[in-house]
């Protein structure tokens, strides 16, 4: 696995991977602090956004042109993804939230892997925000409360088991109640109220799915 010594005190890194289309989500991140990381051919749609890109990493085998000053390109044969260097990357480096465009990349094999990756990097939850064309996915491993509008569609996936689950506000609540992985009971729920309330014991990974940007 790559590694790259921290060297960033910098807040918001937003991550571009690549992909088959382009970026669908109507979502454009913009603070102060942003810092912007391509993983290789997600280089190209950074740009077509309009971004400066400040670091590159890949292995190039979807991208080929100029790269940025700092960047890193790994051999085409290796045993990690580059998604993965792209989340060790991040893991070494004091980040406050980090936005992935493009994380499904257009292929189960590569979408699979990359959300089985992300319980190896559990330091990173509670900063991560996942953007699709329809929604946000938070990664998290804490209580969350999360405001919207009543009707809108979530889904609580959890990655590990989840014990004494309570879920407030929501059109199917939950008191107390164990989650395990690959069950279907917390999917396609919906807010009753204009808030969702989600509290358990331990610290479990899992993911949110809030459908609609309107929260944002």
């Known amino acids: 696995m790559y590694r790259m010594k921290a060297s960033s005190d910098l807040e918001h890194w937003v991550v571009f991977f690549q992909s088959v289309a382009p970026p669908l989500t109507?979502?454009?991140?913009?603070?102060?602090?942003?810092?912007?990381?391509?993983?290789?051919?997600?280089?190209?749609?950074?740009?077509?956004?309009?971004?400066?890109?400040?670091?590159?990493?890949?292995?190039?085998?979807?991208?080929?042109?100029?790269?940025?000053?700092?960047?890193?390109?790994?051999?085409?044969?290796?045993d990690y993804l580059d998604g993965e260097a792209a989340l060790q990357f991040l893991?070494?480096?004091?980040?406050?939230?980090?936005?992935?465009?493009?994380?499904?990349?257009?292929?189960?094999?590569m979408s699979f892997t990359h959300f089985q990756a992300l319980s190896r990097f559990r330091n990173l939850?509670?900063?991560?925000?996942?953007?699709?064309?329809?929604?946000?996915?938070?990664?998290?491993?804490?209580?969350?409360?999360?405001?919207?509008?009543?009707?809108q569609k979530f889904s609580l996936v959890p990655l590990?088991?989840?014990?004494?689950?309570?879920?407030?506000?929501?059109?199917?609540?939950?008191?107390?109640q164990d989650v395990r992985p690959g069950r279907g009971l917390t999917i396609s729920n919906e807010y009753a109220t204009?808030?969702?309330?989600l509290k358990f014991k331990d610290n479990p990974l899992y993911l949110l799915e809030i459908y609609g940007l309107e929260f944002l």
């Open 26 to 78: 109507k979502y454009r991140p913009s603070s102060p602090h942003m810092r912007v990381l391509a993983v290789d051919g997600g280089l190209r749609w950074a740009r077509e956004w309009g971004y400066e890109v400040d670091m590159y990493l890949g292995d190039g085998d979807s991208y080929n042109g100029d790269l940025p000053v700092d960047h890193q390109v790994f051999p085409r044969e290796k």
């Open 125 to 151: 939850a509670n900063r991560v925000h996942i953007y699709t064309d329809h929604s946000e996915i938070l990664f998290r491993d804490s209580k969350i409360e999360i405001y919207g509008k009543p009707g």
């Open 160 to 176: 590990e088991p989840m014990n004494g689950v309570t879920l407030k506000g929501a059109r199917y609540e939950l008191d107390c």
């Open 194 to 197: 204009e808030s969702i309330s």
């Open 91 to 109: 893991l070494e480096h004091e980040v406050s939230r980090i936005d992935l465009i493009n994380f499904f990349q257009g292929r189960w094999d």
